[in-house]
């Protein structure tokens, strides 16, 4: 796990939710029996869906009737502490969760009663389980990694996505579960309640900030929130409890949004967006549902901030700034993100929502593994998601004050982002200072992003992992240095310029490097021209002239090294990005990533197994000070 919590300067008291925390009573919140967010008969599905979405739930739900519900054995768990294997074990508890998911809602729509024997060994399976969480995660219970102690649940990312499933279960077809039998829906909620609720009363957990309000916390926190108020709204049927856990949702959301900055900005990147401002719009969305639209705080400028981010980070297609353990490509949840550009007057989200729908659309009843709850708002939206006839057009410049991001485009299809902030983000590459470029919205030079996750990711090994080192971003490594992790290695004296032909990012990344590196400053300038050109200026002094000085650029173009001063990046479309370099002050080279270890796999995935290349400028001159330049132009 890494939380990367940190305390103080970043937290702003904004506590949007508090005025909304409901007394013992149950104030504004709707009594779980008269709370009704979907249609629970098939005849209201029929009337609410049009025929072929119905078809395809019930498509999906016959196919899960063709498979068994996979007992998870005790290797599986112990596969993480001997291999760093954690792919097995989340591949036969995700398929579990998808197989009920698909046969309650199958169930749902249809309405005939021959999916419910199969949910009930769905539900069976699931509760049987010693751990709802994956065992990468078991480092919350006392007892440590390895097995699970099942005398202690704790509460992670994918016990609270199942409590959620459970208590959806429960809503849509508890009914006939209980003329099944009547112990189904009290074991439903005999287990959430000791594996959710009962931690959760007196939960100091690392990932809501343990005892420390001024924590600021990452998206673990409103992703869970979420599943855990959805479960407390659904199953909870003692008021004072229920009202309990629903502001103890509000308190863990207020702290959230509080850590954010001034710009609303994600620090863990766009894919990480999706669980954690978007988490955030579906706590909204279910507290505004669940007090018939009493608890509402849409209208504050603040929350239409946290929703913009998603669409200011897009660089075209499928592809975003991906900054961290971001992938460069994401599927774009257009339907949500419309919803939640409709609740905060957003009419650029909203055209980003539309555009996404129909441009690069998710199946429309496709089962996420996570978040179910935000899947169904979208199935039942009150109203479709509006085509508009004319063109979504993505942000000509962004600059996010807070995370320390730009972006910026040329009149002829360049496109520039770069960044300063620190080496302790969440999910955090040692990457201050880096920058990406794509041409025609396709990728030139790159962050190479997170490949797949293993015991190494989020552990003391984490940067061992190549793709996690400055050597491996677009910066410099001076004197045999890399960047160091951690909150004090950032970025200083940042400063973001903007007008009509020229946009540039300035700062010193001299902090993001050991004390002893001997490094006086090192100024790096991105600027975009808008006529056509990237400008990337680095500005130097060193404490004694220099041991070695090299340059990467990181690529999945096939490129051209073989004219001096020049590398060509060749484009799918047959052009040719060029970046200019002084050759009488470099030599270069360049080399094929190997992909060869297990985290390297999910890179293949991210990049559409194109090769990864990693060019090294080599600088020929010791020098204390200096300025180095490099063009990028098509």
Known sequence: MLFALTAGAQITHRDLLEKYLIPTTGGNLLAQKDWKPFPKSAEEWRKRLPDSTLKTIIKNGEAALKKDFQPIPATAMLAF???GNRVDYERLSFLKRNMLWDLVLAEAAEGKGRFTDHIVDGIWSTCEETYWGL???????????????VQEPTVDLFSAETAAILA???????????????????????????RIFIPMETAKYAWMGGDNPNAKLNNWAPWIASNYLTAALLLEKNTTKRVNEVNQCIKITDQYINGLGTDGGCDEGPIYWFAAGASVFDILNLLDDASA??????ADPFVKKIGAYIYKTHIGGSYFINVADAHPKIEVDGPMIYRFGKLVNDDQMMRFGSWATYHTPLKETEVETFRRTRRLYNLFAPEPVKKYTEPYHDQTDVW????????SRSVNGLFVAAHGGNNGESHNHNDVGDFIVYADNYPVIIDVGT???????????RYTLWFNTSAYHNLPV??????????VYAASDVKYQTDNNHSSLTMNIKNAYPANSGITYWNRNVEMIKSGKIKVTDSYQLT????SITQTFMTVCPADISHAGKILFNLPNQKIVTLDYDAATWTIKKEKMSLDSPEDQGLKTSWDHQDIYRILLINKISANKGTINYTIYK
């Open 81 to 83: 502490v001997r291999t």
């Open 135 to 149: 065992p990468v995660h078991l480092t919350m219970q006392k007892a440590g990694t390895g097995l699970a102690d």
């Open 168 to 194: 959806w279960t429960d809503y849509f077809v508890g009914d006939k579960l209980q003329k099944i039998s009547p112990l189904l829906r009290p074991r439903i909620y005999y287990e959430v309640n000791r």
């Open 293 to 298: 639209g009493k608890i509402n705080i849409y």
């Open 400 to 407: 996010f004050d807070d995370v320390q991001l730009m972006s």
């Open 451 to 461: 490949g797949t996750y293993t015991a190494r990711t989020f552990g003391k090994d």
């Open 478 to 487: 001076i004197n045999g240095d890399e960047q160091k992790d951690g909150t």
């Open 544 to 547: 004694a002239p220099s041991k």
